[in-house]
């Protein structure tokens, strides 16, 4: 085995273990946060020790031993430093070592369920929750984790720490909720890993070399809740969504990173095998129980991954999967998507005078997504002044570089057709 | 969300470029724990990105390629009422924490305490293009 895929076989098993080998030493110590430290420290003495000296036969026994190694001392410590006294602490952990059988570690299965019910509270921010799922469930190291946000690996760790301080506090019980609390706090879940999936989808542009691939961990994690509930039509969703958007992303972005929409995107470059297994897991969905937003956006995606061209899009399918997704949620976006889906079918006139009535509303009217639609629409309509206007003001709203090159691209475009126009007549 | 918070300062008189250099020692010690503070709760908070102070700006230059490509300096620049003195580049959920975050910035204690009411500007950093989901 060569050393790069060594250290690739240890990094799965790392990312395997971790919820397991996390979830036994909580349920044995009831201290989720020092548990957390400790598996976190055992998870950097592995990634040290293991391409060097080798994986041990029972890796999951090694990470349990030196995650309750590290627990002891720290609880050790711990204890020192508020007592000042002598302690009798169990001896266990010092016995020479041997890595205990996975018989005695106590694995669960519905540990990994457990600790993303607690890593996805909604009483921490979308960012510490997804920080600390990443570390907790995900098994990335700080390091890791900092590296993705592009932040210093010292400010992700103490947003981490405050996250377990926010679940010490509010006294979560590491058990399983009740059925009434599960739907809801599954939401939570789906919607932290949703997150985790943005941001790789958004970071997937750049340079991304260096970055642990947040997609892909998404996905994973997802296919993991969606194996521990595999009746949550939801969950099943947002796999699905997932899946069939994380399918177009190498079409997605040109040679020098320059963001291509949907239309004009090399269909042959979308990966068939990820939209067969999600256009699978949709169709099951929607066929088993009520309709959820997750199941809409990939019943959506769903029908854009099917069309062979751009012009083939069943738009008007498209237009009423919007139009109940609209009735469920009250999202700016669906809104606006709607209203491209509107034009699409009914062509620009209809869509102009939604977006209009759009604008109206205050998260919407500076938008720059609402700007550059309605300079897409003006563009089709003809109206090439109104078409340079609006996209001119949306690359001056956007936030995203490669979106504002691609609106700034679109307008000098208008511009310059219109100039040849001019001359030609 | 990242911002870049940039602190700018009044110009100060007669040598030295920063106001600070002429002040008693209290008020510097004053204002220095102050921004020690700042830092250490962006720090605690899970905020801190980066942040730096910069040398005066009669220290700057003005540089400007040649035809050859070779770097042609010019300066000190030209006198400003206000100059940049540091900024940080802070990662926080919402826009709304950055203003509050430069408004902190702004009223550091100047000379005998008094708040400076500094102009702080906030400028989102540029990020990667979200999904079209």
């Given at each position: 085995m060569t050393q790069q895929t060594l250290e690739t076989r240890i990094a799965h098993l790392l990312r395997d273990y971790t919820p397991q080998v996390l979830g036994a030493v909580t349920r044995r110590h009831g201290d989720f946060a020092a548990a957390e430290d400790a598996v976190q420290e055992a998870l950097i003495a592995a990634s040290t020790q293991w391409p060097v000296a080798g994986i041990p036969d029972n890796p999951r026994g090694w990470l349990y031993q030196v995650a309750l190694r590290k627990l002891t001392d720290y609880l050790r410590s711990e204890v020192a430093r508020r007592a000042r006294e002598e302690v009798v602490a169990s001896d266990a952990a010092r016995d020479p070592f041997v890595a205990p059988p996975d018989s005695e570690i106590g694995?669960?299965?519905?540990d990994t369920l457990l600790l993303l019910f607690m890593c996805c509270h909604p009483s921490l921010s979308g960012a510490s929750a997804v920080a600390l799922t990443l570390r907790a469930v995900g098994g990335l190291t700080t390091a890791e984790i900092a590296n993705a946000f592009l932040v210093p690996e010292a400010t992700m760790a103490q947003r981490i720490s405050r996250a377990k301080q926010t679940i010490r506090n509010s006294k979560v019980p590491f058990e399983m909720p009740t059925h009434a609390e599960r739907t809801e706090r599954l939401g939570s879940v789906l919607h932290v890993l949703y997150l985790i999936f943005n941001e790789g989808y958004a970071s997937?542009?750049?340079?991304?070399?260096?970055?642990?691939?947040l997609s892909e961990e998404a996905i994973r994690l997802t296919r993991e809740v969606h194996r521990l509930v595999p009746d949550h039509a939801e969950a099943t969703g947002l796999l699905a969504l997932l899946l069939l958007t994380d399918a177009r992303r190498v079409a997605r972005t040109g040679d020098s990173g320059e963001l291509i929409p949907l239309d004009e995107q090399?269909?042959?470059?979308?990966?068939t095998s990820m939209i067969e297994e999600g256009v699978a897991l949709i169709t099951a969905a929607m066929n088993q129980s009520s309709v959820g937003p997750y199941q809409l956006q990939a019943a959506i995606a769903a029908v854009h991954d099917e069309a062979a061209r751009a012009e083939q899009t069943d738009w008007r399918q498209i237009l009423s999967l919007y139009t109940v997704l609209d009735r469920l949620s009250d999202n700016p976006m669906v809104k606006l998507n709607r209203a491209i889906a509107v034009g699409m079918v009914e062509g620009p006139g209809s869509a102009l005078s939604l977006l209009d009535e759009l604008s109206r509303d205050s998260r919407l009217k500076e938008h720059y997504r609402m700007d550059s639609v309605r300079g897409h629409f003006y563009e089709m309509s003809g109206d090439r002044d109104r078409a340079l206007t609006y996209y001119r003001i949306a690359a001056e709203r956007t936030t995203s570089i490669p979106e504002r090159n691609y609106l700034t691209a679109k307008a000098a475009r208008v511009a310059f057709e219109g100039l040849e126009k001019t001359k030609r007549l | 969300m990242k911002y870049m918070i940039m602190m700018n300062t009044p110009a100060g008189t007669g040598p030295s470029d920063y106001q600070i250099n002429n002040w008693s020692p209290e008020s510097f010690k004053a204002h220095m724990d102050f921004m020690h503070r700042l830092n250490k709760n962006l720090r605690d908070a899970g905020e801190w990105v980066q942040a730096e102070g910069l040398s005066a700006p009669s220290e700057g230059k003005l540089v400007r390629a040649g035809t050859d490509g070779a770097p042609i300096t010019d300066g000190?620049?030209?006198?400003?009422?206000e100059f940049l003195a540091g900024f940080w580049i802070v990662d926080v959920e919402s826009a709304e924490r950055a203003y509050q975050f430069a408004a902190e910035v702004s009223a550091a204690p100047g000379p005998n305490g008094a708040p400076l009411n500094m102009p702080v500007e906030v400028r989102q950093v540029m990020s990667l293009p979200t999904p079209e989901l």
């Open positions: 694995i669960e299965q519905d997937s542009a750049g340079d991304s070399l260096y970055r642990v691939d090399n269909r042959e470059l979308w990966n | 000190p620049f030209a006198e400003s009422k």
